[in-house]
Each structure stands twice: as structure tokens, then as C-alpha cells.
């Protein structure tokens, strides 16, 4: 067959059978993310029927995904809200840190993989993943609630931290001096405090440049700068999705509502492409010896996760519903695991963290949309709102 049409085929495939996903997701009352990730499982690497002709093309649309999910996040929330948040969870940040990277840290240790590794997987515990909990709130219809700006600010606060985190492991890694490592994070730093610089300052002005009558023209205009962002972030060693949520939040009023209404499908669209893209990224057979591992790992920092949240929720006044949903929305791990994975493992580290790393996030992305409803029960609102009542009150 023609490799174009077999490519049209397969893709076709894919998105029909996301599509017969999501359906069956809503009949279940549950978010597809899961549903997803396991139908990329099945087609993947050592699945059932093998997907790769588009491998490219998925590969691609996973990265855009992300792109997509934070900027759309960010066009939620104005820059006086970002500083705000990040002032009042500087704190929240540090005990993130602590709670969330030491026991990946000590797990390597036990495990004998050296420091270098136990660094890695610090990281692989550490960081939430922003593209899973951005889509998560958007399912649960949580976006507006009480408590998102917290996990919000936790989110930022994790990815701001990459721009220091990432250039150290590479250093550690590549065994570079002293010098080029401080200079690596300046850059780094410097690239974030100037978009961090223009969205605070200079919001108005963005929001005046994207501004267009013609929604076709507007669409491409806030996609067009986001993507270039986000490669110039990426490139100097920040976060992408920094980059892309950074550029939300310096749009603002009329034009941030109309490019939300624009943006939104295409959102849907390739943040499946991500969840699709990681399942089938992954080979099942590598992930057995590691599994009983990875189980225990992700019950000890899904809890820590769930701890963070709630600490930091009850911090900014948050009712006691808000706070538990606010932890458990946290639990997901996912695009900055595998990446810290990926660079361990190309710089030599034991390729045992990459099954370990892979089982880790799989279990955690899987079973954290899932837990994620349980504050929504009846018996766990019960439950809280009789915790609630003895307790002082709060904001719900």
C-alpha cells in the first residue's frame, strides 16, 4: 500500500478509535485520559498491532498537546492572579520539594543506582504533570473552582523549577564544570524572567497585537506566537509548556475569551494525541520487572502529592472538600518524568529507571483521574462536610 495513504489509514484509525474511547468514558461517568493511554498501550511498541507509519506525525501533535493545554490554562488566569498565587505558595513549593523528590531520591539509593540516578529520579517524583492535571480540571469542569488556583500555583511554581532543575541534572550528568554549569542556569532564568517580564508589564500590549475581527486570523496569530515561545523556551533548557502558559496568561479580556472559544477543539484534539502518543511510546514487556516497584514507589508519592495539596490548600483558606480535591487532582505524573528519564538514560545512567520511571507514570497518570473523582461522592462530601463542621469554617 502507499505510505501516504497507510499513514492517512492508520491516523484515521487512531482518532476514530480515541473518539469510541471517549464515548465509552462517558457512559463509564469517568475522564478518558485513562482509556487512552491503555488503547496506546495495545498499539504501541510490543502490542498487540504495532502503530508506525504516523509515528511522526503523533510525536509531533503529542508535543503541541501540551503546548495547547497550558496555554489554555493560562488564558484562565490574569498575571496579577499568577504573582498573587505564586506569593502566597512559595512555601506550598518548597514542602512540594521536600515531600514529593526525597523519597524518588532515597528509592534509587536503596536500589543501589548511585546519586547521579537518585537525582533523576527525584525529579520523576517530583513534578506533576501539567498537561494531565490541565486536562483533568477541564473534564471535572473544576477550571472555576475555589481551590484551582492553588494547584495552579503548584504547577507553575514545579515548571519554574525545571529552569533550575534541568540544566543541573544535565551538568551532573554530562560531567560539565563548574562554569558551564552556572552559565547553563543563567541563561535558563534570563529566559523566563523576560516572558515572565512582558506578560506582567506589557499584558495589554500582546492582548492589543493577537487582537483581529477575523477569527481565522486570531486563531493563528496566539498559535503562532505560542509555539515560537515555546521553542525558544525549550531551546534555552525552560519548559515548554512555561513558555506557552506564561503567553495565557499575557493575554487578557475580550481576546483571551475569544481565542479560548477558537482554541478549544484544537485543544481536545491533540491533547488525546499526547495521552495516545505516550501509550503507545511504551512497550508492556519492559514495564513487568518494574512493576511491583513502581507500585510502591507511586503509593508513597501519590500520598506525599496528596498531602502537598491539601497543606497548601488549607494555607489559602480553602474549605476541606476544596483541599482534598485539590490533592488528589495533583497525583498525576507524566511529560517531565519521562523527559528527566530520557536524559538519565541516554547519559549512561542504569537503563533499569527507564522500565521503573515508565511503570511509575503509567500507574500514577492512570490511577489519578481515576481517584480524582472520589471527593465528588456523596459518602466522601458527607464525609468532609461532617469534617467541615468540626473543624473552624472555611471557603468551600
Known sequence: MDHGALVLIELGALLLGIALLGRLAGRLG?????????????????????????????????????????????????ADELV?????????????MLLNALPGAAFALLLGWGPIAAVALGGITW?????????????LGRLTNRETPVVLSILVIEDLAMAFYLPLLTALLLGLSLGASVLTVVIAIAVVAVI?????RHGHVVSRLVSSRSAEVLLLTVLGVTLIVAGLA?????????GAFLVGIAISGPVARHAQQMLTPLRDLFASVFFLFFGLSTDPADLLPMLLPALALAAVTMATKLLTAYLAARR?????????????????????SIVIAGLAIAAGVDRSLAALATAYVLITIIAGP???????????????????????????
Open 316 to 336: 489559602s483558606g480553602i474549605g476541606e472538600a476544596g483541599r482534598w480535591r485539590a490533592g488528589f487532582a495533583l497525583m498525576p505524573r507524566g511529560e517531565f
Open 30 to 78: 469517568i475522564s478518558p485520559i485513562p482509556l487512552i493511554l491503555l488503547g496506546g498501550l495495545a498499539f504501541g511498541e510490543g502490542g498487540l498491532l504495532p502503530f508506525a507509519a504516523g509515528e511522526e506525525f503523533i510525536e509531533i501533535g503529542a508535543e503541541i498537546g501540551v503546548v495547547l493545554l497550558l496555554l489554555m490554562l493560562g488564558l484562565e488566569y490574569t
Open 196 to 200: 515572565l517580564f512582558v506578560a506582567l
Open 234 to 242: 525549550a531551546q534555552a533548557s525552560v519548559s515548554s509548556a512555561v
Open 127 to 139: 513534578i506533576s504533570s501539567s498537561g494531565v492535571v490541565a486536562k483533568l480540571l477541564q473534564d
Open 370 to 396: 481515576l481517584l480524582a473523582r472520589i471527593p465528588d461522592t456523596k459518602a466522601f462530601t458527607a464525609w468532609t462536610a461532617r469534617r467541615q463542621g468540626a473543624g473552624r469554617p472555611a471557603r468551600a
Open 84 to 96: 498573587g498565587s505564586l506569593r502566597t505558595s512559595r512555601r506550598a513549593g518548597v514542602i512540594d
